[in-house]
Nanobody, 113 residues
Framework: VQLQASGGGLVQPGGSLRLSCKVS????????MGWYRQAPGKQRDFVAH???????HYADSVKGRFTITRDNEKNTVYLQMNSLKFEDTAVYYC????????WGQGTLVTVSS
């Protein structure tokens, strides 16, 4: 099982990015998927989660700004990030929890003017 995260980059405050997490080796349709992030010198924190039936849950810090979606046909989960703030700067990781806990390699998001 591999999770390939992409879409990170440098963006100005107030800008937007869309992260993608392509999963191979397992079908995601029956599984929940999540996004986490780790800022420099800090622990990895929960960002968003989407269940197999597309129920979503968000960290308070990103509610109303971030949206998690999934495309089971493409075996991919997305994180649309709008109104980005300096404090959103982090490495973003996607997660698949089934009988095992799978993580992507992370994609760096830098919010800077």
């Amino acid at each position: 099982v591999q999770l390939q995260a992409s879409g990170g980059g440098l963006v100005q405050p107030g800008g937007s990015l869309r992260l993608s997490c392509k999963v191979s080796g397992i079908e995601i349709s029956n599984n929940g998927m999540g996004w986490y992030r780790q800022a420099p010198g800090k622990q990895r924190d929960f960002v968003a989660h989407i269940t197999s039936v597309r129920s979503t849950h968000y960290a308070d810090s990103v509610k109303g700004r971030f949206t998690i979606t999934r495309d089971n046909e493409k075996n991919t989960v997305y994180l649309q990030m709008n109104s980005l703030k300096f404090e959103d700067t982090a490495v973003y990781y996607c997660n698949l929890l089934t009988s095992a806990d799978y993580w992507g390699q992370g994609t760096l998001v830098t919010v800077s003017s």
